[in-house]
T-cell receptor, first 110, second 113 residues
Framework: NAGVTQTPEFQVLKTGQSMTLQCAQDMNHEYMSWYRQDPGMGLRLIHY???????DQGEVPNGYNVSRSTTEDFPLRLLSAAPSQTSVYFCASRYSETQYFGPGTRLLVL | AQSVTQLGSHVSVSEGALVLLRCNYS??????LFWYVQYPNQGLQLLLK??????LVKGINGFEAEFKKSETSFHLTKPSAHMSDAAEYFC???????????FGTGTRLTIIP
């Protein structure tokens, strides 16, 4: 199993550009989530999904959209990037009570 | 409010010394608690977890943690620090009966040769 994979590894955007961060898992986990990590703030939940076709907002959802058309994939969309969205983004999938994290996407918005 | 608090954003210990990283939680129901480790420029790796049962849980790399309900704590310890333990450590919990994972702000561990 590849586990949780994320692409791209690094990305630089200009303010106002849009992009999609990809996340995939091959463990057939129903629950998936997106977090952002900022210095001194730990990880904060952006959006999550309890299964295909079902998504919900987390703690910091503004500026981000998600969809879940398949069990495997859970992309995160930035519609109009802002410098405040400069961060490291982690995708995770959950089995039972434990979440397993991808390697992260480092995003810089200029 | 449901929360996880890590005391000390930076901790330095000498190689071979005891490692103690502190974590307290607030939850209206019995929590599930986790410790994750993050090495530089990498993702988060699960060190150990407490769900139910034995309150002293052992994890990878010689770490262990004890769930103390009376103190609402889940401190992480390791008897003898190695240079390879230098990383950032996150305490996290499933609190208040909801499914979401709440993180503490992290503790950066530095090992002094």
């Amino acid at each position: 199993n590849a586990g949780v994979t994320q692409t791209p590894e690094f990305q630089v955007l200009k303010t106002g550009q849009s992009m999609t961060l990809q996340c995939a898992q091959d463990m057939n986990h129903e629950y998936m989530s997106w977090y952002r990590q900022d210095p001194g703030m730990g990880l904060r939940l952006i959006h999550y999904s309890v299964g295909a076709g079902i998504t919900d907002q987390g703690e910091v959802p503004n500026g981000y959209n998600v969809s879940r058309s398949t069990t495997e994939d859970f992309p995160l969309r930035l519609l109009s990037a802002a410098p405040s969205q400069t961060s490291v983004y982690f995708c995770a999938s959950r089995y039972s009570e434990t979440q397993y994290f991808g390697p992260g996407t480092r995003l810089l918005v200029l | 409010a449901q929360s996880v608090t890590q005391l000390g954003s930076h901790v330095s210990v000498s190689e071979g010394a005891l490692v103690l990283l502190r974590c307290n939680y607030s939850s209206s129901v019995p929590p599930y608690l986790f410790w994750y480790v993050q090495y530089p420029n990498q993702g988060l790796q699960l060190l150990l977890k407490y769900t139910t049962g034995a309150t002293l849980v052992k994890g990878i790399n010689g770490f262990e943690a004890e769930f103390k309900k009376s103190e609402t704590s889940f401190h992480l310890t390791k008897p003898s620090a190695h240079m390879s333990d230098a990383a950032e450590y996150f305490c996290a919990g499933v609190l208040g009966g909801n499914e979401k994972l709440t993180f503490g702000t992290g503790t950066r561990l530095t090992i002094i040769p």
